[in-house]
């Protein structure tokens, strides 16, 4: 079966980012109140393509339906995240996806574990 695509339209990063390319505001679940990063910990990267199921929480089934996304914060450490879930292994053991580790809504982006590194998708999560 084939999965559906929707690509996301681009945020205006204006007031959002530095000239460092930085976050400039906390991120925060957009489900619930939690804080998933602290000001100034992501770096700010839009020549990416990657697709993540649709957001939903662990308990319903998100189908097929994938959305594609350029903009994303990379996240060197884990441990700048103030709340954030890991999802087992997947595609062949090479990703994790990211989830609110309050709500458990996710996927908010994804870690690569050859690398280490944490994507943030901007369309997914609130700018405080």
Known sequence: MESE????????TTTLINDEKQNVKALVCLRCPSK??????????????????????????AGVKMEKFKQFYVVN?????????FTRSVDNE??????CADCEVGPLGWHCISTKKNYVALARVKHV
């Open 36 to 61: 998933i990063l602290p000001e100034l910990k992501g770096q700010f990267v839009d020549d990416l393509d990657k697709e993540l199921h649709v957001m939903h929480k662990k308990q319903e089934d």
């Open 94 to 99: 090479t990703v994790k996806y990211l989830i």
């Open 5 to 12: 695509v929707a690509t996301v339209d681009p945020i205006d």
């Open 77 to 85: 450490d884990m441990f700048d995240f103030d709340n954030i879930g």
